[in-house]
């Protein structure tokens, strides 16, 4: 493969990773799969899927920057509602760290396959649909104001997406709205959380697979992460707004189609 067909590959995977980060469709399941269709697969690449996504968390920081430097003034300042909002992310974040620190191995071994991941976004399709006919009345609307106990729980929704397919922001989202959450809520919850589920699972996949970095895939890594950013800020904006017209249903009946056509060419066409 070229220089240039390789930086081409980082582009387009740096484009999905952006625009499907954040919407319950698995940007690491739509990883697998083109990389499967570009032949973009190894330790390397692995380890570029992964990386990539610290440019979509750079998005969210971006776009909730101020209430981000918010919380932080109001932890240094003993504000009462700044450690409710830290203490629900963490909370919710601490599932995913402690099941995949000793996980790990085995997902990435055994699950990280195009037909799992096929599998999985039909599944989850169909539960996104089950799930929206399911949905209490809201309770809960502020992050703030989240029970320890509905974050903890809301964590352990999250570690479904540990089955690539599932969708980290689709766990998250659907598992809040099951539980309770106004719709605007879970998505931005969904936000926050991937702060740190996120940079968790960079920063231990970096220090798992640091031999296998080198000059070339430095810097497809850089032009994966750019374009990851950009495309995740539009995503980012736009989100919020189009759930609290339509709801989940759209995302659903696509993961459906996504996952049954891909299913068909790798059970026809894949050698």
């Not at 240039?4 to 999905?16: C, E, P, S, T, W």
């Not at 620190?101 to 599998?119: D, E, G, M, Q, R």
């Amino acid at each position: 493969m070229t220089d240039l067909a390789q930086y081409l590959d980082a582009v387009l995977l740096g484009l999905l990773e952006g625009l499907t980060e954040f919407i319950p469709v698995s940007s690491t399941g739509h990883l697998i799969l083109l990389g499967e269709m570009l032949g973009f697969k190894g330790q390397a690449e692995d380890l570029f899927k992964v990386v990539i996504q610290l440019g979509a968390i750079l998005a969210i920081l971006l776009v909730y920057f101020q209430k981000l430097w918010g919380v932080v003034r109001g932890l240094a300042q003993g504000n009462g509602e700044s450690y409710r909002f830290t203490a629900a992310i963490l909370l919710a974040f601490l599932p995913a760290a402690i099941i995949g620190v000793f996980a790990h191995s085995y997902i990435k071994s055994v699950l990280f396959n195009p037909t799992v991941v096929s599998i999985a976004l039909i599944t989850g399709g169909i539960a996104i649909l089950a799930a929206e006919r399911l949905v209490p009345k809201p309770q809960h609307f502020a992050v703030e104001a989240f029970p320890p106990k509905l974050s903890l729980s809301i964590g352990f929704a999250q570690c479904l997406a540990m089955i690539p397919g599932v969708s980290r922001s689709g766990a998250t989202i659907i598992g809040a709205l099951l539980m309770g959450v106004e719709r605007k809520a879970a998505a931005e919850f969904s936000f926050f959380v991937a702060i740190p589920t996120m940079l968790g699972a960079a920063t231990y996949d970096l220090y798992k697979n640091r031999e296998v970095l080198q000059v070339d895939n430095v810097g497809m890594i850089a032009v994966g992460f750019v374009v990851a950013f950009l495309s995740a800020l539009l995503v980012v904006r736009w989100l919020v707004a189009f759930v609290g017209r339509h709801g989940f249903a759209p995302f659903a009946w696509y993961r459906i189609v996504i996952g049954s056509i891909m299913l068909a060419w790798l059970t026809f066409f894949a050698g």
